[in-house]
Every structure is written in structure tokens, then in C-alpha cells.
């Protein structure tokens, strides 16, 4: 029986993303947000509720942070009840955990499963939905399928855990159901389409701009009708809003990290992204609310005190978020956490990290002027504008435009298959040229600033010792 494109597309990104998994089969866990989701985990599956930082866990930290447990009601045995992070992913963690257990195998049955579940069903809903944003195109469908399935990041990623898995596909299955309802506005898509926005927003709260933004669209293009999506999204989405409120016993939102972010991404010793310093300033506090409102209280005395940092920051953000995919490799390089790389295959690596981006990013912006102006890309307008804006007001890392490559290889295919073919006459729209040319110039300038301002840590990377650099993350 042969099997159709997206089955074989499937297996085909299923293979390759098994291949990084069974050889590290060994690799533990490098970063705090995994330690913490992990944490997470471990509380649901042992029915202790959403709690994180029991007495064990607390004791491996103890001696980088001075944890104050005075602000909230400690349980050494359970830990503390937390708000602090979006539950979604963390529960998702828990069903494999209380089926597979929490032994040492643990983070290997997880990666196996974000494989299976997570990362090789990307390829083929990226070419669902391209098949709608390009309905006459198989072709360029087919071969966006094919750029995501080999995409070397999003091939590695299952080795991590990290909300990002769960994020990007949950936002695929969104955005197919949003296209579904565009084209045929009937009760189930417009249910769906409400009901998958919600899940997406509960693993990271980020895509709530995008949400309500897309449901407001919704309504005026449907109407009353819209009303479904309305329900399946607050359906949702308000159990949890409750439950933080309920704990907080003030009106909380889906996750209490916004204060965090807003004190790491206007600190003065920061640039707008991940500053390791100062993101060990608040985690002292435990109290998830208290912790929030400082950290605001704090960002807009920044803000006050340095003004002219405010946009200057903004256009740094937009650069990390366009930035190379190299941040998390020299992490886990530079710490020895995958041990010593012969250079020629560090070099390659690097090419191999870098180069996807790079081509697919470019590409992306030439397929600008071939667009046609209708719902559907209406909406991927509003997905790139509302996804990214959240990130250059707040804080910002090159992989949170992971969520974009999908949607990138299906711009990217457009844009090559109507340059290698001539389309310039018939479909060109020559105002979008202009705006296309001025990305291109603009992503260049950024990335080779980029390279400029991190040669020192790539030179050191290049070293004999460049496994032993121990570089912050």
C-alpha cells in the first residue's frame, strides 16, 4: 500500500529525529527552564499538584541562590505551588512520567515520545497548510514538508525539554483549523480553531496577542458566528486563570513570569535578551505573585532612570530574535556537555546550524512581492506581527523564532519556485519589492553585526579547550 505524502513525509522526519536521541541517549539536562519542567513534572506525576522546588530539589540550587521560603507556605516533602510557568508542558511531561516512571531513563522515554508526538508530525502539518496558503501548488507545498523535516535545529530540539516542542505544534494545529474556518467557517473548524488556540496559549503565554487578535478577525469576517471560537478558547483557558487566581487571591493571568522577563530584558546590565546575572536576582523570592510584582516595579524604574534605553533595546530584540542559531550550542559545547568536538566537525556543525537559517530567512523575504492579499495571508500577516511583538517589548532569544520555521519554509518555497520560474510580470507586486529588499538588507547587516560581536566566544569555541570555556548561557 503506498502511503500518502504526509504519512511518508512523517516517517521520514521520525527517522532522522531518532537519530540525535539514541545517540545521546545518556545526555541529561543542561538549563534551568528544563530542571524546572522536569520539577514540574515530578510533582503532577506523583499527585503533589502543581508544585516545584521540594526539599531535594531545592538543595541542588542552594548553593548558587539564598531561597527565601519566608514569603510562602513551604512544604520541604511537596514544595511550593506555583503559577510561575504555563501548565501545559509540564503536564504533558507528567502523563509520560506516570506511565514510564521517573527514573534515570526518564529524559530519554521523554525525548523518544516528543519525537513520535511532537516533533516529526511538524513536517507534515507544514505542508497541510501550505497546501491551503497555496492551493495550486503541491509542489512548493511538498518541498516546504521537506525543509522541516530536515531543518536541523527543529531535528535536534526533541533532545530538550522544553516548551517549544509542545508550542509549535500546538501553533501548526491552530493555524491549519484557522485556515480551515476561512475557508469553510463551519461550527467544528471555528470550535477547533478556539480550542487549539487555547491549548497553545497555556504552553506559552506569549501567543495571546496572537490569539485574541486572530479571534477579533474571526469576528469580522463571521460574525456572531465567531462566537465558537470564542467559547472553545475561554473554555479553555479560564479553569487555569481561576486556579492562579484562587492561589494568588488577586486576578492572575495563565503564568506569573512577565514581571521576571520585563526585569531581565530592561536591566542595566542587560541588552534586551538572557543576561545569566541578573536572572538570579528574583528567583530568591518564592512567592510566584511577589516575585512578579517586584520584577515589574523594577523594569519601569529602569525605564524611567534610563529612557533612551527604550528603543535602542527594542531594535537589539529584534535583532536576537533574527538572530543565528548558534546561542544553545555554545552553551552545551562550551560547558562539556557533549565533550570534546574535533574542529572540522565543529566547523561543519556550526555551518550546519547557521546556513538553514540564513537561506530560509532570505528566501523567505524575497517571496514578499509574489503574495497574493486575501484571509489567508491576512492571517500570516497577523501570526509574524503579533507572535514577534510581545518579544521585542519584553525579552528576546533567536530560538523563539523557531515557531516561525514552518511558516518561513512555506515562504521560502514560494519565494524560490517564483524566481527560478520568471514570475515577475504577472504577479509581482512592486511596492512589497521595496519592502523586500529592505529585509534582506536588514537581516545581513544584523547577522554579520552578530558574528562581529561574538567572534571572541567563536574563536574560543575553535580552541584546543573550546569544550572547557564554560560560557553562560
Not at 186 to 203: E, K, Q, S, V, Y
Not at 381 to 402: A, N, T
Request: with cysteine; glycine share 8%; net charge positive.
Amino acid at each position: 500500500m503506498k502511503l500518502s505524502f504526509p504519512a511518508r513525509i512523517y516517517v521520514i522526519a521520525l527517522v532522522l529525529r531518532f537519530i540525535p536521541i539514541l545517540l545521546l541517549r545518556g545526555l541529561g539536562i543542561g538549563l534551568d527552564d528544563m530542571f524546572q519542567y522536569d520539577m514540574l513534572a515530578r510533582s503532577l506525576a506523583s499527585g503533589n499538584g502543581y508544585r516545584w522546588y521540594a526539599q531535594e530539589d531545592l538543595k541542588l540550587l542552594e548553593p548558587y541562590i539564598d531561597f527565601d521560603t519566608s514569603t510562602t507556605a513551604y512544604d520541604p516533602g511537596r514544595g511550593i505551588l506555583t503559577s510561575f510557568r504555563a501548565p501545559l508542558y509540564p503536564a504533558f511531561l507528567a502523563v509520560i512520567y506516570s506511565i514510564f516512571g521517573v527514573g534515570a531513563d526518564r529524559f530519554f522515554v521523554a525525548r523518544l515520545i516528543q519525537a513520535v508526538f511532537l516533533g516529526a508530525p511538524l513536517a507534515p502539518f507544514t505542508y497541510l497548510i501550505s497546501r491551503r496558503l497555496l492551493p495550486n501548488d503541491e509542489e512548493q507545498s511538498r518541498s516546504s514538508g521537506y525543509i522541516v523535516a530536515l531543518y536541523p535545529m527543529l531535528l535536534v530540539y526533541p533532545l530538550g525539554l522544553v516548551t517549544e516542542n509542545l508550542f509549535i505544534v500546538l501553533l501548526l494545529c491552530s493555524f491549519l483549523y484557522l485556515l480551515k474556518s476561512l475557508g469553510h467557517g463551519t461550527g467544528p473548524n471555528l470550535f477547533l480553531a478556539g480550542l487549539f488556540l487555547g491549548l497553545t496559549t497555556l504552553t506559552r503565554s506569549v501567543i495571546l496577542p496572537f490569539s485574541v487578535s486572530t479571534i477579533l478577525y474571526l469576528g469580522y469576517v463571521y460574525r456572531r458566528k465567531a462566537i465558537l471560537v470564542v467559547i472553545a478558547f475561554m473554555v479553555t483557558i479560564v479553569p487555569w486563570i481561576v486556579r492562579n487566581s484562587l492561589l494568588h487571591h488577586r486576578l492572575t493571568g495563565i503564568e506569573t513570569s512577565m514581571g521576571y522577563n520585563l526585569y531581565l530584558g530592561y536591566h542595566p546590565q542587560g541588552d534586551g535578551s538572557f543576561s545569566f546575572g541578573p536572572s538570579l536576582d528574583l528567583l530568591a523570592v518564592m512567592d510566584d505573585s511577589l516575585r512578579d510584582s517586584i520584577g515589574t516595579e523594577k523594569a519601569l524604574v529602569f525605564i524611567q532612570n534610563q529612557p533612551g534605553r527604550f528603543l535602542p533595546l527594542l531594535i537589539n530584540r529584534l535583532g536576537f530574535f533574527f538572530g543565528l542559531e548558534k546561542r544553545a550550542f555554545i552553551y552545551f559545547y562550551s560547558n562539556n556537555i557533549l565533550g570534546y568536538i574535533p574542529i572540522p566537525f565543529l566547523i561543519l556543525i556550526f555551518s550546519m546550524l547557521l546556513l538553514p537559517f540564513i537561506i530560509l530567512s532570505l528566501a523567505s523575504a524575497i517571496s514578499l512581492p509574489f503574495l497574493r492579499r486575501n484571509n489567508q495571508t491576512t492571517l500570516l500577516g497577523l501570526l509574524f506581527l503579533m507572535y514577534l511583538l510581545p518579544h521585542i517589548l519584553i525579552l528576546s532569544e533567536d530560538r523563539f523564532h523557531l515557531a516561525l520555521i514552518p511558516f518561513l519554509a512555506i515562504l521560502a518555497t514560494r519565494g524560490l519556485h517564483c524566481l527560478a520560474n520568471g514570475h515577475f510580470h504577472s504577479t509581482l507586486n512592486r511596492g512589497l519589492l521595496w519592502v523586500s529588499l529592505g529585509v534582506v538588507l536588514l537581516l545581513v547587516t544584523n547577522w554579520g553585526f552578530e558574528l562581529y560581536r561574538d567572534a571572541d566566544k567563536i574563536t574560543a569555541l575553535l580552541g584546543p579547550n573550546g569544550n572547557r570555556t564554560y560560557l553562560p548561557y
